[in-house]
């Protein structure tokens, strides 16, 4: 069972606006803005989109964007295309044990 | 441009060592916490551990007895073993180094290696 909760499955069309909800504690999510959002695309590694809540790394695209709330994270893609289909997982830093990350089960992201 | 490379065994019996390394190129080493993250097929990820240019390291509790994370700072790399391995222990496996912003490096994991699949089988 994964640390953080997340929506199993979200769907949109293409063009349209989704948001991914990643829901922790106040031993993570609502305790530490290192939020972090990933990408992951069927057999490649994780790719960096959203770190610290709600920064976007070199080259990730401006669709993309983090926010938080409380003990929930956000992950919104607008103007939804089709290679934004796959799979996101968030993360958070914790420092009230080890493991010192925990993360979410993964959200799958289909395009219609 | 920093790249993680990945080699290790990938098919394992039942109480056998899992054994895997990971070489980095194109960046500094010193200074960075190197983490292992692995993915059970279908499933969401896991954080194993971290070691740090001092040798300094953090493990996940529920892996700790069985897991040792190393590194030759000579060749850059760094080392994964996970004693005594049971079913439960297949996975992608993943070597990874955090993004880091002028103030912190716990932000999120901005580097990956491609990954080594593990499969524990009798």
């Known amino acids: 069972q994964s640390a953080l909760t997340q929506p199993a499955s979200v769907s949109g069309s293409p063009g349209q606006s989704i948001t991914i909800s990643c829901t922790g504690t106040s031993s993570d999510v609502g305790g530490y803005n290192h939020v972090a959002w990933y990408q992951q695309h069927p057999g490649k590694a994780p790719k960096l989109m959203i770190y610290?809540?709600?920064n976007r790394p070199s080259g990730v695209s401006n669709r993309f964007s983090g926010s938080k709330s409380g003990n929930t994270a956000s992950l919104t893609i607008s103007g939804l295309q089709a290679d934004d289909e796959a799979d996101y997982h968030c993360s958070s830093y914790t420092s009230i044990s080890t493991p010192l990350y925990v993360f979410g089960s993964g959200t799958t992201v289909t395009v219609l | 441009q920093v790249q993680l490379q990945q080699w290790g065994a990938g098919l394992l019996k039942p109480s056998e060592t899992l054994s895997l390394s990971c070489a980095v190129y194109g960046g500094s080493f010193n200074g960075y916490f190197w983490s292992w993250i692995r993915q059970p097929p279908g499933k969401g990820l896991e954080w194993i551990g971290e070691?740090?240019?001092?040798?300094?390291?953090n493990y996940n509790a529920s892996l700790k007895s069985r897991v040792t994370i190393s590194r030759d700072t000579s060749k850059n790399q760094v080392s994964l073993r996970l004693n005594s391995v049971i079913a439960a222990d297949t996975a992608m496996y993943y070597c990874?180094?955090?993004?880091?912003?002028?103030?912190?490096?716990?932000?999120?994991?901005?580097?990956w290696g491609q990954g080594s699949l593990v499969t524990v089988s009798s």
């Open positions: 990874a180094r955090g993004y880091c912003t002028s103030s912190s490096c716990k932000g999120g994991f901005g580097y």
């Open positions: 070691i740090n240019h001092d040798g300094r390291t």
């Open positions: 610290d809540v709600t």
